[in-house]
């Protein structure tokens, strides 16, 4: 009797993690957006070389490392205002929030998460207007945050 072939079987390890299923959290209100860009570290190189060394280049060694802002992007909806309210409350008394990313898997699990510890609304851009277009309304919201975190859910 011959063996039946398994059909459509969970995401393994060799096949890298697909992008368009997240989602985002602000404390612990989940907002939804289509896009979330710059989740970059850095670190910064420091130079050096003393008077007596026979190398001639200089050594290169790792310094303070630094974190990018983060760009939200997500679709305007009838009534809803919320990026707009807490960038405005943010003029007059910052209100910081750690914000989570999470990439997920095809059971809504979690796979990857970053956390940006302490963020707050640097930019708010509403969406571009045209009469000759027929795309959706976009609008974006930009991230300053202190520290992040990179972590595997799932081991």
Same mark, same amino acid.
């Given at each position: 009797m011959a063996k039946k072939k398994k059909k459509g =079987?969970?995401?393994?390890?060799?096949? @890298?993690? @697909? %992008?368009?299923h997240f989602q985002v959290k602000f404390g612990k209100e989940v907002w939804r957006f289509q896009e979330v860009s710059g989740l970059d570290m850095e670190v910064e190189v420091m130079e050096y070389r003393h008077g007596k #060394? %026979? !190398?001639?280049?200089t050594f290169?060694? @790792?310094?303070?490392p630094s974190v990018s802002d983060v760009s939200l992007?997500? +679709?305007v909806f009838t009534g809803d205002t919320s990026l707009f309210k807490w960038f405005?409350?943010?003029?007059? =008394?910052?209100?910081?929030?750690?914000v989570t990313v999470i990439l997920l898997n095809e059971k809504r699990k979690a796979e990857i998460t970053w956390v940006l510890s302490n963020a707050f609304p640097k930019k708010i851009e509403s969406t571009s207007l045209? #009469? !000759? +277009?027929?795309d959706i309304a976009i609008e974006s919201i930009t991230l300053a945050y202190e520290e992040l975190e990179i972590s595997n859910v799932t081991k």
């Open positions: =079987k969970i995401q393994d390890k060799n096949w @890298p993690l @697909p %992008k368009f #060394s %026979k !190398q001639l280049g290169k060694m @790792p310094g303070r992007k997500k +679709g405005k409350k943010n003029l007059s =008394k910052v209100e910081r929030k750690d045209n #009469s !000759q +277009g027929s």
